[in-house]
């Protein structure tokens, strides 16, 4: 009888290629969402297996890296799952208004202190900032730098687009809880982002 | 006084400081503002260029991020697996391989998972 464990599903490499092909991309892909080097190994590791038990099941529809991908971001989520669980979010009743980062920004009457604490003219169509490889480095660069428990949650729902109530069960928190987090990494990459792309525009223009 | 109270209560709710705005904006993104909030916001980014800014500037990062966030796994060529840990994984992989291939060879049948 044929030995079915060894045969390849059509549109899928050998497995034995997958680590050099992908590797490296899988990896960029997991330190994206858990900002851990050792961790995101692992979870390389862990999506490559589940991707070789399954490779019977693979229908060929999308690209053997986007189910590689696809698999990673269960891995992820499995991971989120049980960090959130052995360490769970703490004291964000506490963390209310008050110890934002953008407290500052305002004003004791709650409105911008002045044009120069708010938000900068980004001197671009917004819509067309996908089209700049540039942007795409300095939003890596700023969610690098996001805290790690705000990045697990930005990745999960802005980035994957996981569903509110599933976030919250994941991350072991309520909604409002969710609604402070989000907030908070979003304000934080929106000002990166901007302190980065102003910054490195006029150099881009130079040369 | 009670009415100049009343007025001022009523003025604050209708036109909610920038602070607040800036919170719905993240949750209008979310889907999860009340038709009131959404009514007063509209009102506040009529006025506020700033807030209008901010919001215009957090829907762009969304949309950018949703249409194709594996294009920020394209860049970012620094974070590479270190040699070690790419032969380690290859290795745990033939390791997995072997087992199935052998298991499946004893029982003359394809594995089945087992649990």
């Known amino acids: 009888m ?13 497995p034995d290629t997958w680590v050099d092909q992908h590797g490296d991309y899988l990896y960029r892909c997991a330190m994206l969402r858990v900002r851990d080097a050792e961790v995101a190994q692992d979870i390389v590791q862990e999506t490559l ?16 890296r986007t189910w590689l991908v696809g698999i990673l971001k269960h891995k992820v989520i499995d991971h989120v799952r049980r960090a959130s669980r052995e360490k769970p979010f703490e004291n964000l009743e506490r963390m209310t208004a008050a110890d934002d980062d953008d407290a500052s920004c305002f004003g004791d009457d709650g409105h911008w202190r002045n044009e120069h604490y708010g938000p900068a003219d980004w001197a671009c169509d917004p819509r067309k900032l996908t089209e700049n490889t540039q942007f795409w480095e300095v939003l890596r660069y700023c ?20 569903d509110s109530d599933e976030v919250c069960k994941v991350l072991n928190v309520t909604p409002s809880n969710l609604w402070v987090l989000l907030h908070r ?23 | 006084m009670t009415i ?12 909610p400081p920038c602070r607040e705005v800036v919170r719905w904006t993240s949750q209008e993104l979310d889907g999860q503002l009340r038709w009131h909030q959404r009514a007063r916001m509209q009102v506040h980014l009529l006025i506020c260029a700033l807030c209008k800014r901010y919001r215009q500037q957090l829907i762009a990062l969304r949309a950018a991020l949703r249409s194709d966030p ?15 840990a790419k032969q380690h994984i290859k290795e745990v992989l033939q390791k997995s391989t072997t087992r199935r291939t052998a298991s499946a060879d004893a029982n003359d049948n394809p594995p089945v998972p087992k649990m």
Not at chain 1, 2 to 14: E, F, Y
Not at chain 2, 4 to 15: A, G
Not at chain 2, 70 to 84: H, I, Y
């Open chain 2, 4 to 15: 100049s109270r009343w007025v001022t209560d009523v003025l604050t709710w209708l036109l």
């Open chain 1, 49 to 64: 297996l589940a991707a070789l038990q399954a490779r019977h099941s693979f229908a060929g529809q999308s690209a053997e």
């Open chain 1, 143 to 162: 969610l690098e730098r996001l805290p790690e428990r705000s990045a697990q949650v930005f990745s999960l729902k802005d980035i994957d687009g996981v």
């Open chain 1, 2 to 14: 044929i030995d079915n464990s060894t045969k390849i599903a059509p549109g899928l490499s050998s």
């Open chain 1, 185 to 207: 990494a979003r304000a934080r990459l929106r000002e990166c982002f901007e302190t980065q792309w102003l910054g490195a525009r006029p150099g881009e223009r130079k040369s």
């Open chain 2, 70 to 84: 594996e294009r920020l796994a394209d860049v970012g060529d620094a974070n590479q697996l270190t040699p070690a």
